[in-house]
């Protein structure tokens, strides 16, 4: 169950948040935490039920876990508490790497030793990924002492809690868990009218401007992958056009899960902080999967030393990060490459940064170059990303370099193309974004970002709850609606 499908919209929203309205209106807040849990496990167990006993299941182990460090006693028991910790880890990590790597490992020992062990592909669990990075966070949080005892119900929702659990935010236990005081969750109209209209943006961004733009650039890779020579415009247009797919799928995803979560009086953290804008490859990074970013740098960029033991160290360290950031995003070489030409970008950022030194504020025409630098290494990175082997991608980077010609269509489909990119461009550069949009009423745990602060312009409009809004979000909803038709997964989802 997607969150752009009927089932989801008309169905289990309705019937989840009126269940959870009608205890929080009769004070029985307990019983509608466990409601919310309860359907939480029904909507993973949607798309497979086979895979809901494992999700119960690493949530019984790393709640007894997390329990088991809090008793014992880190002076005299700091051996066995290490152990505990790191037995923890290594579960909740071999798990991880069964599911998801298996595949690559015995596929990579096949095509280097020439054998054949006719191994059967392993499905991937839905939300893997996810819920297993929130769960090792909360363990090394226990075992440094710094998570509280939380009881297995907050546990069950801070793990399961349905906007977060598919494809994210990675919630952190001390974001979510104190929102569930009785006096903070009783759900308000405000929070509804809030909730909705962030979710109604999101979906906007998925079905109209998302799936839109995806007609440009699918076509073109499923052509490289069978084989065929693409041109320099189709390759540089579909590469472009995927970058705008991915940016808005991912960006209308984390709105219609802060939308959700609001709903239920519950305030997420931001995810996405219009990345497009950026003049750096690390300001990138600090707008683009916000809370991945947040738990690499915190959980293995950190402890592996970070930019404490000097600078070929610091370098090491970021690409060792970004290597294995880019294998929790899927279990080929090509993931393994994006994030280690990330990694590169970011060394070469940092070495750039460091040589420039300390200046004055860059001219509007050094901002724009930057930009531009920036924006079209993130579109070659992101061939690597979408491609489904390193020969499409090769495909697709020859003909980005022109070597297979030019491939100009009729004029009147090159401008209609070029205007969709230009304009869908324009909106992810320039226009506000949702956050903004809503910056009046705290749409988002931790907004304002030192990315992008509240001091907006003047001239960009800000929702409210007044009545041409209202009627404003019921058109983009019911336009919305009419595009459901067509609707594709979300892009994270096969993560």
């Known amino acids: 169950m997607v969150f752009s499908s009927y ?3 008309f169905v289990f929203l309705p019937i989840s948040f009126a269940g959870f309205l009608a205890l929080e209106h009769y004070g029985w807040g307990r019983a509608a935490l466990a409601w919310v849990v309860l359907a939480s496990l029904v909507f993973y167990s949607w798309w497979n039920p086979v895979y809901l006993p494992l999700l119960v299941g690493s949530m019984a182990m790393n709640f007894a876990l997390a329990r088991l460090l809090a008793r014992l006693n880190p002076r005299t028991e700091g051996g066995r508490r290490k152990l505990v910790a790191t037995a923890g880890v290594a579960a909740n990590l071999l798990a991880l790497g069964y599911f998801k790597y298996t595949g690559l490992l015995v596929s990579s020992i096949e095509n280097m030793s020439g054998a054949e062990f006719g191994f059967a592909q392993i499905e991937l669990p839905l939300a893997i990924s996810f819920f297993t990075f929130q769960q090792v966070a909360y363990l090394v949080d226990a075992y440094r002492g710094t998570a509280p005892t939380y009881g297995g119900l907050q546990y069950a929702f801070f793990i399961s809690f349905f906007p977060q659990l598919i494809a994210g935010p990675i919630v952190r236990h001390d974001e979510t868990i104190p929102q569930l005081a009785q006096g903070r969750r009783r759900t308000s109209w405000s929070n509804v009218a809030i909730g909705g209209t962030i979710l109604v943006v999101g979906l906007a961004k998925k079905v109209i401007c998302a799936d839109s733009v995806a007609l440009y650039a699918t ?4 052509d490289a992958a069978g084989g065929a020579d693409v041109g320099l415009w189709r390759a540089w247009t579909g590469s472009i056009a995927y970058a705008l797919q991915i ?3 991912f960006s209308g995803y984390s709105d219609m899960a802060i939308g959700c979560a609001r709903l239920f009086g519950i305030r997420l953290p931001l995810n996405f902080d219009s990345p497009y804008r ?11 999967h916000i809370t991945l970013s947040s738990f690499l740098r915190d959980y293995l960029y950190i402890p592996l030393g970070g930019n404490r033991r000097g600078e070929s160290r610091r370098y090491t360290n970021l690409l060792i990060t970004m290597l294995l950031g880019g294998l929790w995003h899927g279990a080929s070489w090509t993931f393994a490459l994006w994030g ?3 990694g590169l970008y970011l060394c070469i950022d940092n070495v750039w940064t460091k040589v420039r030194g300390e200046r004055g504020p860059p001219t509007a025409s050094g901002r724009a170059l930057s930009w531009a630098l920036t924006f079209v290494a993130v579109v070659l990175a992101w061939v690597l990303f979408r491609a489904e082997d390193l020969s499409t991608a090769g495909r697709v980077y020859a003909g980005m370099l022109g070597t297979n010609g030019l491939g100009l269509p009729l004029a009147g489909e090159m401008v209609t193309l070029a205007a969709v990119l230009f304009a869908l461009l324009a909106i992810a550069c320039f226009g506000p974004n949702t956050q903004q949009l809503l910056r009046d009423f705290e749409p988002a745990l931790d907004f304002p970002r030192p990315s992008d602060p ?7 409009p800000r929702l409210g709850f007044g009545t041409g809004w209202a009627v404003l979000v019921g058109l983009l909803a019911a336009l919305s609606i009419l595009y459901l038709e067509r609707s594709d997964e979300f892009l994270y989802f096969q993560f």
């Open 340 to 342: 280690g030409l990330h």
């Open 454 to 460: 509240a001091e907006v312009p003047s001239h960009w």
């Open 247 to 249: 940016y808005f799928d």
């Open 7 to 9: 089932e989801f919209l």
């Open 219 to 222: 076509p073109m890779f499923t």
């Open 278 to 288: 950026s003049t750096s490859i690390s300001e990138f990074w600090r707008r683009w």
